[in-house]
T-cell receptor
Framework: GQQVMQIPQYQHVQEGEDFTTYCNSS?????IQWYKQRPGGHPVFLIQ?????EVKKQKRLTFQFGEAKKNSSLHITATQTTDVGTYFC???????????FGPGTSLSVIP | IAGITQAPTSQILAAGRRMTLRCTQD?????MYWYRQDLGLGLRLIHY???????GKGEVPDGYSVSRANTDDFPLTLASAVPSQTSVYFC????????????FGSGTQLSVL
């Protein structure tokens, strides 16, 4: 079945440092979605990428969707304490398929 | 306020008991999902529904059942709870099957003793 992996599982950074998490799917994805979950909270949608090679930016966050539509990355520039949380990628094989989540990358930011 | 509501917020349950987790959304979303979250394992899909009247199995469906009698409600039932079902359960909904953002409920913390 479809599997979605993420690395690293945990990342501790000093405030101001950059952070990147990588997402890899065992199958081609119709789209890739990214979510953020703050400690004790629920996942919150960040962005969806649909096109091969697509790059989107949200302030200090940069999202990429691989050319083969099997991998993705999230890069945060100059982390802040408000970036603390777990970042999940998720995606369906087809646009009519169930959405499978990766295991997430937990980010800690040291002030 | 539009959104997705889960109940109860938390529950302690004796093994062998039956339990239904409730999920209601008022956004008229077609797709609804149940995920369980365990430390180190992320969000694993239990069951899903692409539209009212249809359901499908996710990654970890054993021991759980769902129904989708109408658009708004998507209850998850544990017929005979076991300790390995101790987890945080999240319900989610989305406008389309497989595309578009998912909205999550606040979760149900379930402990099976």
């Amino acid at each position: 079945g479809q599997q979605v992996m993420q690395i690293p599982q945990y990342q501790h950074v000093q405030e101001g440092e950059d952070f990147t998490t990588y997402c890899n799917s065992s199958t081609t994805l119709s789209n890739i979605q990214w979510y953020k979950q703050r400690p004790g909270g629920h996942p919150v949608f960040l962005i969806q990428l649909v096109k091969s090679g697509e790059v989107k930016k949200q302030k200090r966050l940069t999202f990429q969707f691989g050319e083969a539509k099997k991998n993705s990355s999230l890069h945060i520039t100059a982390t802040q304490t408000t970036d603390v949380g777990t970042y999940f990628c998720a995606g369906p094989k087809t646009s009519y398929d169930k959405v499978i989540f990766g295991p997430g990358t937990s980010l800690s930011v040291i002030p | 306020i539009a959104g997705i509501t889960q109940a109860p917020t938390s529950q302690i349950l004796a093994a062998g008991r039956r339990m239904t987790l409730r999920c209601t959304q008022d956004m008229r979303h077609n797709a609804m999902y149940w995920y369980r979250q365990d430390l180190g394992l992320g969000l694993r899909l239990i069951h899903y529904s692409n539209t009212a009247g249809t359901t499908g199995k996710g990654e970890v469906p054993d021991g759980y059942s769902v129904s989708r009698a109408n658009t708004d409600d998507f209850p998850l039932t544990l017929a005979s709870a076991v300790p390995s079902q101790t987890s945080v359960y999240f319900c989610a909904s989305g406008p389309g099957q497989g595309h578009g953002k998912l909205f999550f409920g606040s979760g149900t913390q379930l402990s099976v003793l």
